[in-house]
């Protein structure tokens, strides 16, 4: 424990937390009652912000101060079309971490949040970007391969170390992307990391408010079932997803086709159609995680899927990850003749 609590103390410090394993923002999963209990038992919790209305999101933020006086964080998207009112409303509700994601935040939004007290993380899918992120002013970046679950980008999270990681010392840097035990996460502390995030093994605890039927459809799924959604034609610009392979992956293959068509003969503009495209996700999601439709909602999981399979409570999982960290550290002190 002494080794691990050395490596990752950037991290505490940063974020203000026992342990900098933070649960990342999953749209209709993350509410108050999620995060607030991450951050009770000494994680890092982030409520997703996603496309919903600021009034809600307001009550969200509101909620969450009322159930833990921990660290949290808002997870804004930038390409969503509620992001400015989002954005103006975390700065005005003094939320103590701004998380942005989507896209990235041009440096004037950086500042504002800042200018609120905030701490703030960007993520970056390359060097050249991290870089400019922390040109911006950001206070600490976050790398997410495409093994992660959601949205995704086109790196692995193995090259994004390599390029960013290994290269860079100016901010705390968080990674994430098909990370579920604490053998990996100690590696990656010892490679420079701050501290890690995690998604979908944070779907199995007891405490995630989710359908008994999407739980259950991770629980049987394997690695490779959780795949990148394919991109029909580059017209739409659409982002993949990384998701459990089932009818809706056919359906959205569909509805890309139908939505080219419709912008080819003017019906609607590329805006409307990229809108269209993640109306189509936010609702599938919902259907996946409230309603328990897996065969034609989205059931967002990264690859780290085939790496769980038990229901735990979140104590049990920061217990594991901590012990599996400790021991897999005192193993690397043993090879290295320490």
Request: charged share 20%; aromatic share 6%; net charge neutral.
């Amino acid at each position: 424990m002494e080794l691990l609590e050395r490596l990752w103390k950037k991290g505490q410090d940063f974020l203000g937390v026992q342990y900098p394993i933070m649960a990342g923002a999953m749209t209709w999963i993350s509410n108050h009652r999620f995060v607030a209990a991450v951050s009770n038992v000494g994680g890092f919790g982030c409520l997703a912000a996603g496309n919903m209305p600021p009034e809600l999101l307001e009550q969200e933020i509101d909620k969450t101060f009322e159930l833990t006086d921990k660290p949290f964080a808002v997870n804004l998207i930038t390409i969503s079309p509620n992001y400015q009112k989002h954005l103006e409303l975390t700065v005005r509700k003094k939320v103590p971490f701004i998380i942005f994601a989507g896209s990235f935040p041009k440096a004037a939004e950086v500042q504002a949040a800042k200018a609120s007290g905030a701490k703030v993380i960007a993520f970056a899918s390359n060097d050249s970007i991290a870089r400019r992120m922390v040109n911006s002013g950001i206070d600490a970046l976050m790398l997410e391969g495409s093994e992660a679950g959601g949205h995704i980008g086109h790196v692995s999270l193995i090259i994004l170390l390599q390029q960013v990681l290994l290269k860079m010392d100016d901010v705390p840097i968080f990674v994430a992307g098909g990370i579920a035990t604490g053998q990996l996460m100690a590696h990656l502390l010892l490679a420079g990391a701050a501290g890690i995030q995690m998604g979908t093994r944070f779907i199995l605890t007891k405490e995630c408010e989710v359908n008994p039927r999407f739980r259950e459809a991770f629980l049987k799924a394997r690695a490779r079932d959780a795949i990148a959604t394919p991109s029909v034609g580059s017209e739409l610009n659409v982002v993949a997803v990384r998701a459990l392979r089932n009818k809706g992956m056919g359906e959205f293959t569909d509805l890309q086709m139908d939505l080219i068509l419709k912008n080819r003969s003017g019906e609607i503009t590329k805006k409307e159609a990229q809108f269209e495209v993640e109306k189509y996700w936010m609702g599938a999601l919902k259907r996946a995680v409230e309603d328990g439709d897996i065969d034609h909602g989205s059931l967002m999981a990264g690859q780290s899927v085939g790496l769980v399979n038990r229901v735990q409570t979140l104590q049990e999982l920061y217990d594991e990850m901590i012990a599996d960290a400790s021991s897999t550290l005192e193993l690397a002190k043993r090879r290295l003749g320490a």
